[in-house]
Structures are given as structure tokens and as C-alpha cells.
């Protein structure tokens, strides 16, 4: 008896608004669905936040759509629990609810109390209709509720204990499926302690990025985000589902692999406009010698401290170079040396088609000095250089005033 166990997909994510991540995010989902069709388990669980948000994109929707009717074409019930991204803040029908609606044999149980009923009623049913049983397995789907974390703790305190005396009083063997953290593996927003876990044979978990494989006490996953969404999430190597065997006393357990890029990351300080190429070189090229998936061109998260002598916009342009150079994908993210004491970021500017100087010079057709006023113009009121725009505006009556003139 095999299940593959999943969580924090978080299709639809786009961070950064990085197209390169969206559309990784999907290959990943997309090659986890392959190693479960091929691995031919008796049930798909994926422990919430398949989706990155409660409405995904039209696209994400038509991909998982698609691949979970192959998967249940495939004779793999999919087992649904929500997640905080994909559970609606108010009150109506949530995505995996429509899923479940639109492919027989995907299950999204979340329980929906009745008015007359009183609260130990109440608990007793959301345990009960939270049940799927198939075929010598109970599987058992803890619901996520978006109320604050007081209220989780108050519900969990309740509810795990029904759920261990539901789970004991089982023929088959149990699966118990949560999405949330516990004490003393993510604090800050714990709904209870590990010791009241219920005792399933295995208890499939999501919510927490990184990966935890506990088989002290009571037996627990938490697989991890299937693709890196930030900074501190990199650090995890191992990534894909999680296959379990159940037909011995204790689960056994295989890490199945997907090939994703290296996310990497990278600090550099630039305090004049000459160095930017060499700073930018010496930067990328230590990273370079880490890099472990040599078939992908990795993505590089580039922090960048800069004085505000360096223009925003000549660190872009050197940027795009420096990615042809090296065959990577660099993300931005451009802070000045000298005002370290606000948090302010100069956001990266848009490169490629959107690009601004191309804009000016291409669309208004304004020359080149023009453009580079304005842009300077942009940067220095951005980064609050009140001399330096007083300096640009002089520049521009002077050198632009009829250039200007003619756009009216
Ligand atoms: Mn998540």
C-alpha cells in the first residue's frame, strides 16, 4: 500500500513578478505529476497550498486540471486538504472545492457547520465527514480554518483529540493530513505542540517550506515547498514528492526527485559607475563555480548596495549584459549605501521590451540626452536626491526645453 504525499506547490506564485519562477513552478508541478502517474500510488495527498491563491490564473487552473484528470484517469484518488493560500478569506465555495466538483475522485473535505448544532456535535462531525476511506485506508483531513491564530490553537486543543480517538478506533491503516505548523518546529504561528499529533500510522503534513522527516515518536513529513519562493527557502536541497509505503509496521519512505534549477544568491557593493561591470562579474562568477544543474541556467538573486552616485539604470543595463554573458537570471534588488538607517529599496526597473529608455527614445522620440535626463530625473526623485533633481531640472530647460516643448 503506497501513497505519494505533497505540499506547498504553490502553482500560480509568481515572485517578484519573475515569469522564469511562474513558469518553473509549473514544470515542477508538471514533473511531480509524471513521478506520481509512474509511481502508480493508491492515493495523491497533497497537504495544502496546491495553489498559491484562492483564484488562481486561468492557466494554472487549466494545467492542474488537466494533470489531476490524468492522475484519477490514471486510478489515484487525489486527497485535497486546504492550505492558508488557497483557503478564501470569506465564506464561499474555495478552489478545491470547485476541483473536487469537476473530477470524480478528488476529495477537498472542509467542514461546514450547521446552525442547530451544538459545539461538541459540531467537533465530533467535522472529525467524522473529514474521512475518506479507500480501500483498507483512512485517511483523515484536518480543516483549515482563517481565523487567527488563538482561535487555531483553541480549535486544535479540541480537535486532535477527537482525531487520535477516531484514528485508534480504526481498522485500517490511518493517514492524518494537516496544514500547519507545530511546536517546536515553526513557533511563531504553532496550533499545538508535537506530542498532540494524533497516532496515525502516517501523518502527512504542509505549511512549513522547509523539509522535516520526523520518525521519532510519531511518524510526520513535512515535505517542503516543491520550488524555492524566496531567499530562505534555497537552502533545501531536496525537492518532489514524497512516496510511502504502508504495508509494513512502519511507513517507509522514498524522496522522489525533480530537476530545478539552482536558485542562488549573491551580495554585491557598488560605489562608482566604473566599477559596475566588474563588481557585477566578480559577483556572478564565485556563484557560478556552486552551481549543481548544470542543464538550467540558474537564477541568481542579486542584492545590490550601491551609493547614490551609481544610477539604478546603468546597473540594469550592465545587468542584462552580464546575464548573456554568463547565461543566468539575475533578480535585482538595488539598495543605497548611504541611507542604510530607512529600509527604503530602490525597486529594479523594468528591462526588455518595456525598458523606458527605449520608450522615450523609440515612442516620443526624444534623443538620447533627453532621455537620459528624464530617466536620471526619475532615479534621483526616487532615491530622494533633492540636489541632484534641482541639477537635472536645470539640465533639462537648458538643453531639452524644445524638445519638451514639442510633446505638449
Ligand atoms: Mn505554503
Given at each position: 500500500m503506497q501513497i505519494v504525499h505533497m505540499s506547498d506547490l504553490h502553482v500560480g506564485a509568481r515572485p517578484h513578478n519573475e515569469k522564469i519562477i511562474y513558469n518553473d513552478i509549473i514544470d515542477a508541478f508538471n514533473e511531480s505529476m509524471d513521478l506520481v502517474i509512474r509511481e502508480k500510488p493508491d492515493s495523491l495527498i497533497i497537504a495544502?497550498?496546491?495553489?498559491?491563491?484562492?483564484?488562481?490564473d486561468n492557466d494554472s487552473l487549466k494545467i492542474v486540471i488537466n494533470r489531476f484528470k490524468e492522475v484519477t484517469n490514471s486510478g489515484i484518488p487525489i486527497i485535497l486538504a486546504h492550505g492558508e493560500h488557497d483557503?478564501?478569506?470569506?465564506k464561499e465555495s474555495t478552489i478545491l472545492q470547485v476541483l473536487s466538483s469537476a473530477i470524480p475522485n478528488v476529495y477537498a473535505p472542509l467542514y461546514e457547520s450547521k446552525s442547530n448544532e451544538d459545539e461538541n456535535t459540531m467537533f465530533l462531525n467535522v472529525v467524522k465527514e473529514s474521512k475518506i476511506s479507500l480501500n483498507k485506508l483512512d485517511i483523515y483531513v484536518y480543516p483549515y480554518k482563517k481565523v487567527n491564530l488563538d482561535m487555531r490553537k483553541t480549535l486544535a486543543d479540541k480537535l486532535l483529540k477527537i482525531y487520535d480517538k477516531e484514528i485508534k478506533s480504526s481498522n485500517n491503516k490511518t493517514i492524518f493530513v494537516a496544514h500547519f505548523s507545530i511546536d517546536p518546529y515553526l513557533i511563531f504561528d504553532a496550533v499545538a505542540d508535537v506530542q498532540k499529533l494524533p497516532n496515525a500510522n502516517y501523518i502527512a503534513l504542509g505549511h512549513i517550506h522547509e523539509r522535516i522527516i520526523n520518525k521519532k515518536d510519531k511518524f510526520f513529513v513535512y515535505p517542503g515547498s516543491l520550488y524555492p519562493l524566496s531567499i530562505s527557502e534555497m537552502k533545501n536541497k531536496e525537492r518532489g514528492p514524497i512516496l510511502v509505503d504502508l504495508s509494513g509496521d512502519e511507513p517507509d519512505i522514498q524522496e522522489l526527485k525533480i530537476n530545478i534549477r539552482d536558485n542562488l544568491f549573491a551580495r554585491i557593493s557598488i560605489e562608482e559607475e566604473k566599477d559596475i561591470l566588474n563588481k557585477l562579474r566578480a559577483g556572478i562568477e564565485v556563484k557560478m563555480?556552486?552551481?549543481?544543474?548544470?542543464?538550467k541556467e540558474p537564477i541568481i538573486y542579486l542584492d545590490i548596495e550601491k551609493t547614490k552616485d551609481v544610477y539604478s539604470r546603468s546597473i540594469i543595463q550592465a545587468i542584462t549584459k552580464i546575464e548573456n554573458e554568463f547565461n543566468v537570471h539575475i533578480i535585482p534588488e538595488l539598495r543605497n549605501?548611504?541611507?542604510?538607517?530607512?529600509?527604503?529599496n530602490v525597486k529594479a526597473l523594468n528591462r526588455g521590451s518595456l525598458d523606458p529608455f527605449n520608450i522615450l527614445i523609440n515612442e516620443l522620440k526624444l534623443s538620447d540626452n533627453t532621455a537620459k535626463l528624464l530617466l536620471d530625473l526619475r532615479d534621483m526623485a526616487l532615491e530622494g536626491d533633492e540636489s541632484k533633481v534641482i541639477e537635472i531640472f536645470d539640465k533639462l530647460s537648458k538643453e531639452s526645453l524644445d524638445e519638451l516643448k514639442r510633446l505638449i
Open positions: 495544502g497550498d496546491l495553489f498559491d491563491s484562492p483564484k488562481p483557503t478564501p478569506g470569506r563555480k556552486g552551481i549543481l544543474n548544470k542543464n549605501i548611504e541611507k542604510k538607517e530607512s529600509s527604503y
